[in-house]
Antibody, heavy 116, light 107 residues
Framework: QVKLLQSGAALVKPGASVKMSCKAS????????VSWVKQSHGKSLEWIGE????????NFNEKFKGKATLTVDKSTSTAYMELSRLTSEDSAIYYC?????????WGQGVMVTVSS | DIQMTQSPASLSASLGETVTIECRAS??????LAWYQQKPGKSPQLLIY???SLHTGVPSRFSGSGSGTQYSLKINSLQSEDVASYFC?????????FGSGTKLEIK
């Protein structure tokens, strides 16, 4: 079955960067876009951007351009998102998802806490 | 960006009841709409896509309808396991945007 296994929680200092992973299994990784979604505590969802593993093509929410970098490693069916210049506003749960449009499978989420 | 206005913000209903959640888009999204269920402490799960298509494995008591700028999610015969937050999402245009969510509780 389709699974997206994300890396563990991260505690990072303001101004630093964090890179999280999302390992896909149960389907052909290169056939589906991978999207990333942010959920701030107790709030709604924000779409960050997406990457197509086959080509590396990306689409971003303008709000997250310069903040998020999306990459993939096709050899391990793993997608990555790096967030840079972290502030308290970046403290949230980050999900990787499969799909371009409707997001049909979701990882378990990575909680990122930005604190000194 | 397309704004998604979801209502109500919270909802309390009895077991067996039928509930409806609404989502209004700031412009026509041509049925490019999905609904998600998020149970406490869990990841969101896709329920409905293309406004009215049921995702694999989703119980048939869930249904979606609408067109243009107005969409709704209906849950028939409410069950205890339906306690969750529900979100709509438009994917007609970039950036994809979500509604603010509806928290459903059992009376």
């Amino acid at each position: 079955q389709v699974k997206l296994l994300q890396s563990g929680a991260a505690l990072v200092k303001p101004g630093a960067s964090v890179k999280m992973s999302c390992k896909a299994s149960g389907y052909t990784f290169t056939d589906y876009w991978v999207s990333w979604v942010k959920q701030s505590h107790g709030k709604s969802l924000e779409w960050i951007g997406e990457i197509y593993p086959n080509s590396g093509a990306t689409n971003f929410n303008e709000k997250f351009k310069g903040k998020a970098t999306l990459t993939v490693d096709k050899s391990t069916s793993t997608a990555y998102m790096e967030l840079s210049r972290l502030t308290s506003e970046d403290s949230a749960i980050y999900y990787c998802t499969r799909g371009m449009g409707p997001l049909d499978y979701w990882g378990q989420g990575v909680m990122v806490t930005v604190s000194s | 960006d397309i704004q998604m206005t979801q209502s109500p913000a919270s909802l309390s209903a009895s077991l067996g009841e039928t509930v409806t959640i609404e989502c209004r888009a700031s412009e026509d999204i041509y049925n490019g709409l999905a609904w998600y269920q998020q149970k406490p402490g869990k990841s969101p799960q896709l329920l409905i896509y293309n406004a009215n298509s049921l995702h694999t494995g989703v119980p048939s008591r869930f249904s979606g309808s609408g067109s243009g700028t107005q969409y709704s999610l209906k849950i028939n015969s409410l069950q205890s396991e339906d306690v969750a937050s529900y979100f709509c999402q438009q994917y007609y245009d970039y950036p994809f945007t979500f509604g603010s969510g509806t928290k459903l509780e059992i009376k």
